[in-house]
């Protein structure tokens, strides 16, 4: 079975710029969170969806914001691009909202120039 | 609030045991995790721990956990230098909640 995957790899944009990144989660898990990890720390919780609705929002500003589809997908958008959005992207599956187990991807990295 | 806290760095002998020390101040924490990030990767789930338990092993992983003192910890046996990575240390209380990481410890293997 496949694991998270996250497209694309690596991406660089130009402040101001918007930028959409991909998660597809587990088969058969319904849950989506996203995580930025900034160089030096740990990941930092961005959102969680689960059955396609929103379910937790870490303190980010409103520039971020994600949806999830009817297949679990799920995309995280940026808008207006700071220096500072430059990241790895981290999407964590899970079977349920509230699943005591998360299996992340491989992280999307989002240089901003 | 919330906050995780990890020593930064650590290096061991190839053979040796290697143990990664983690606190944590909220004490309504349910579930206790180990992750593992090598080098341009992602996190990789290693394993956990409920806050009802005070020890689990999984090969050559045990976890240990002090629930007074807000202590976890991760004892690796024979560490090898494919071990060498980030181990983050996180805890998730119980429901619809997110994780919540310390800043991980680098682990270096010396042959």
């Known amino acids: 079975d496949a694991g998270v995957t996250q497209s694309p790899t690596h991406l660089i944009k130009t402040r101001g710029q918007q930028v959409t990144l991909r998660c597809s989660p587990i088969?058969?898990?319904?849950?989506v969170s996203w995580y930025q990890q900034v160089l030096g720390q740990g990941p930092q919780f961005i959102f969680q969806y689960y059955e396609k609705e929103e379910r937790g929002r870490g303190n980010f500003p409103d520039r971020f914001s994600a949806r999830q589809f009817p297949n679990y997908s799920s995309e995280l958008n940026v808008n207006a691009l700071l220096l500072g959005d430059s990241a790895l992207y981290l999407c964590?599956?899970?079977?349920?909202?509230?699943?005591?187990?998360?299996?992340f991807g491989q992280g999307t990295r989002l240089t901003v120039v | 609030g919330e906050d995780v806290e990890q020593s930064l760095f650590l290096s061991v002998r190839e053979g040796d045991s290697s143990v990664i020390n983690c606190t944590y101040t909220?004490?309504?924490?349910?579930?206790l995790y180990w992750y593992k990030q090598e080098p341009g990767a992602g996190l990789q789930l290693l394993t956990y721990?409920?806050?009802?338990?005070d020890m689990k092993q999984d090969q050559r992983l045990t976890v240990l956990l002090n629930k007074k003192d807000k202590h976890l910890s991760l004892r690796i046996a024979d560490t090898q230098t494919g071990d060498s990575a980030i181990y983050f240390c996180a805890e998730r209380k119980a429901g619809n909640t997110p994780l919540v990481f310390g800043k991980g410890t680098r682990l270096s293997v010396i042959a």
């Open positions: 909220d004490s309504s924490s349910t579930y």
């Open positions: 721990i409920f806050s009802n338990m």
């Open positions: 964590a599956s899970s079977r349920t909202g509230g699943n005591t187990e998360a299996f």
């Open positions: 088969s058969g898990h319904k849950s």
